[in-house]
């Protein structure tokens, strides 16, 4: 095996690195934004309605047992994509996104105090605006700890595209595996790992930026 770490391969490959880095991004972090988009509303009707809770609940975890792998495959059959499309990666990375988040949101909204909605709602909050002004900001710090974890794991389940075609980092993984070429494998390997921890952390960052009153209330119970 090819293992001439980290010269010559590393700087000849810099800009495939770079363009690989960026696809994996994209093909990782927009069905994550668009399944936090969807799993918000989905879980306010899980919190709101007990019977939309008992469907949703067990359907989300349902479909995270989908094997990755099969569902990638299963996409161009059900929407009739080409097989090397971005799309066959990104729709089941965002039903995984959603079936991670529905939960986290329906148990953050559920936990906001009951005495707390009340209290909106005899001031003269309406439902929309008491659920954005005092619901939703209450529920941040459940939601993002479970974005953290569909981020993470979206990172990773991406690098499952290039058995298909798709690009990104997995694919130099695919290719250092044809090519007997370690150093390639290694540093995509990396990346990916290197990248999942620095939005895990910048993700970790923003739920504490905006939510400065949980900074305060730690702070007092020290």
Same mark, same amino acid.
């Given at each position: 095996?090819?293992?001439?770490? !980290?010269?010559?391969?590393?700087?000849?490959?810099?800009?495939?690195?770079?363009?690989?880095?960026?696809?994996?991004?994209?093909?990782?972090?927009?069905?994550?934004?668009?399944?936090?988009?969807?799993?918000?509303? /989905?879980?306010?009707?899980?919190?709101?309605?007990?019977?939309?809770?008992?469907?949703?609940?067990?359907?989300?975890?349902?479909?995270?047992?989908? !094997?990755?792998?099969?569902? @990638?495959? /299963?996409?161009?059959?059900?929407? &009739?994509?080409?097989?090397?499309? !971005?799309?066959?990666?990104?729709?089941?990375?965002?039903?995984?996104?959603?079936?991670?988040?529905?939960?986290?949101?329906?148990?953050?909204?559920?936990?906001?105090?009951?005495?707390?909605?009340?209290?909106? +709602?005899?001031?003269?909050?309406?439902?929309?605006?008491?659920?954005?002004?005092?619901?939703? !900001?209450?529920?941040?710090?459940?939601?993002?700890?479970?974005?953290?974890?569909?981020?993470?794991?979206?990172?990773?389940? +991406?690098?499952?595209?290039?058995?298909?075609?798709?690009? &990104?980092?997995? &694919? /130099?993984?695919?290719?250092?595996?044809?090519?007997?070429?370690?150093?390639?494998?290694?540093?995509?390997?990396?990346?990916?790992?290197?990248?999942?921890?620095?939005?895990?952390?910048? /993700?970790?960052?923003?739920?504490?930026? @905006?939510?400065?009153?949980?900074?305060?209330?730690?702070?007092?119970?020290?």
């Amino acid at each position: 095996m090819n293992v001439d770490w !980290p010269w010559p391969w590393l700087p000849r490959n810099v800009d495939k690195i770079a363009e690989a880095t960026g696809e994996h991004l994209y093909l990782a972090l927009l069905p994550v934004l668009a399944g936090l988009l969807i799993s918000i509303p /989905l879980g306010w009707a899980a919190s709101r309605w007990p019977a939309v809770r008992l469907v949703l609940v067990p359907l989300a975890g349902v479909l995270y047992t989908i !094997p990755s792998l099969a569902l @990638i495959t /299963l996409v161009p059959l059900l929407l &009739g994509t080409k097989i090397i499309d !971005p799309l066959n990666v990104q729709v089941p990375l965002a039903i995984y996104t959603i079936a991670l988040l529905v939960r986290s949101v329906t148990d953050a909204l559920l936990a906001v105090p009951g005495e707390v909605t009340a209290a909106a +709602t005899a001031i003269g909050y309406r439902p929309a605006k008491r659920f954005l002004s005092v619901e939703l !900001p209450l529920a941040i710090p459940v939601i993002v700890a479970g974005l953290r974890v569909a981020a993470v794991s979206a990172m990773s389940l +991406t690098a499952v595209g290039a058995l298909i075609g798709i690009g &990104g980092l997995g &694919g /130099l993984i695919t290719e250092g595996f044809r090519r007997n070429n370690a150093v390639e494998m290694v540093v995509a390997i990396a990346l990916i790992l290197v990248i999942a921890l620095i939005i895990d952390a910048l /993700l970790l960052l923003a739920g504490k930026v @905006i939510t400065p009153w949980t900074r305060a209330r730690q702070g007092a119970t020290k």
